[in-house]
């Protein structure tokens, strides 16, 4: 007896919580017929976002019960201990116990990572799990991990990283070979710090398609397909990115504000102006994959709207119907294999 | 006997040598009317650029003869060891000499910091020189350092760093107690790695205005004054900015090319989008200074303009004038002093 393919969203999440989560269950429920999504928790307060749902997907939206919600600024210890039964730990424990396929939260990262590795542990093969996501490219986009998960890191780990990316970039790119890069920095004699110089010599070694250091810029050509990094590095860049997004996005406005002739301009230039902004609309990216786990969890920026976090949904459906644990795992036991006769 | 203030240009380097160098020390010589520039060069490669140089200027306008360059991608012991009469080399030998106040150079970074390392000296107090610029922000600017020179930091280094950070900003933006941040990430249960939260403990105890952690979005907010940060993160953001911003006017052109009417709303919106550009335009930022040497030593971008590199210049002079490594040494003893007696 199989199940429908299942999905469980810690709906007390993020900064909105159910207002958005709601909205944006429906949206997906409507698109994918045979989806089933579980809101996890609290009974109470998600009735009142229940009462629009449409009765076409309303039996495919179940009510899943859970007693706490982990606040945003909560230490992942303090969620550990304290919230065994937080919307987002018994979205986590449906995975585990299989009766969801994977689960997708706009919760306290550090609160996730530490709870999908605690209740779920990490892929044999990998030390420690990683924060991946696609940022815009100017020909496609890149997948760039890790994020945050890992301040410090060996060669060891920066390998296993390559590794789930790459793999995760076969299977929602349908890429038969991603070209992997190592972030670095060119102004060094002899480039980059020690981790970073025996991660080029293991990843040179390996049967990945490597193709050597990129820099900081590379993220957005779409010259690399995968960019390998420490979560201080990463993280870093991703932060400085939104930064610089924000303040150019603040200084447009200000320009096309600055009196009626601007204004004007502004109105002509509108829809052009909108299309530009779809295209880099970075609620089209939202949803970063915690890699390395025995399951599926899909991080939601915690000020997502119901269109970015249904994006983080579909994020998940995919990974699901692409089974990416499995082929990390598979893609290790190759490279060990091959280590091992090479 | 008094000489003029004095600044020595590495007219050979740069991806465009003395074609943008001698344009940008005409324009700022024509707006400083003491200063003298020292165009340091191949004399007879120089020689056709200095035809169209104004009679007015022409005096102030000295060549001094090097005969050899160093190449933009040539390694810094090869240059440091087989360059020792290149231009890069020759300009940071006459600050040495006295016969200069700073020198520019838009050559290969490496080179430039291991020889003005090498031929300098670093401050009494300062093991290892930085990179520092000014970044664009909502509110003001930012002074964001180190850029790349040191990829490995301990604690100390951070320290030092923050010192000449916080000293820079005074002398050039005349802030009495600049904000100073450290750079991390939100992510971690205790956050960052170890030099930083060493470093963080050193700069509490200190009487710099150390305002706590800062996020990579913190950079173009303007709500810090000093970002301090290893060199391997710093270039990684420096250089990730770069290449966003190349995206999104990428993406924005081939929007506004997109059909006659979307054309027809580029001309209409093209003042304000040069207002905007005017406004972030990185040109007007090109300029980093090497600190922590004895002597003034600025980096222009490879690729500037001669409009940007007169930026460069102009950072020169007004750390001239600002006496900045003698400010760095004086604050350096304050602080020892207060650590002795504290």
């Known amino acids: ?3 429908p393919l299942t999905i469980a969203l810690d709906a007390m999440g993020g900064d909105f919580g159910p207002q958005v989560i709601v909205p944006a269950a429906m949206s997906v429920l409507e698109q994918e017929s045979d989806l089933v999504l579980i809101l996890v928790g609290n009974r109470d307060r998600l009735a009142p976002h229940l009462a629009g749902v449409k009765p076409a997907v309303r039996d495919r939206l179940v009510i899943h019960h859970a007693s706490q919600c982990v606040e945003m600024d909560e230490l992942p210890s303090q969620a550990l201990r304290l919230k065994k039964d937080s919307s987002m730990r018994v979205a986590i ?12 939260s706009a919760g306290n990262t550090g609160a996730l990572m530490a709870t999908a590795r605690y209740v779920l542990k990490t892929l044999a093969g990998i030390d420690r799990p ?19 998960a890992n301040v410090d890191c060996k060669a060891d780990h920066l390998f296993q990283f390559a590794v ?83 303040m150019l ?18 109105l002509v230039a509108l829809p052009i102006l909108k299309a ?19 399951g599926i969890v899909i991080k939601s920026h915690g000020n997502a709207d119901a269109f970015a976090f249904a ?32």
Chains 1, 2 share one sequence.
């Open 276 to 294: 530009f902004g779809r295209k880099i609309d970075h609620r089209r990216y939202n949803g970063a994959s915690l890699l390395g786990l025995q």
């Open 1 to 3: 007896m199989s199940r």
């Open 93 to 104: 424990n449906l995975v585990k116990e299989g009766a969801a396929d994977a689960c997708v």
């Open 130 to 148: 990683a924060i991946i996501t696609a940022l815009p490219a100017i020909a496609g986009h890149t997948h760039m991990l890790d994020l945050g």
């Open 164 to 246: 789930m990316g790459s793999v995760l970039a076969t299977a929602v790119d349908n890429i038969e070979r991603p070209r992997v890069g190592l972030l670095n920095i060119g102004q060094e004699e002899i480039k980059g710090n020690d981790q970073v110089k025996e991660a080029a010599r293991l990843l040179t070694a390996s049967n990945l398609n490597y193709i050597g250091f990129v820099e900081g810029d590379d993220i957005y050509k779409g010259t690399v397909d995968v960019i390998v990094c420490d979560g201080f590095v990463g993280n870093v860049a991703l932060k400085t990115s939104e930064g610089l997004a924000k």
């Open 311 to 342: 994006n983080a949904i579909r994020i998940a459906l995919l990974e699901v119907n692409k089974a990416v644990p499995q082929r990390i795992s598979k893609q290790l036991e190759s490279l060990l294999a091959e280590r091992k006769t090479g």
């Open 249 to 266: 996005s603040h200084y447009m406005k200000e320009e096309f504000a600055r009196g009626p002739f601007a204004r004007l301009a502004g």
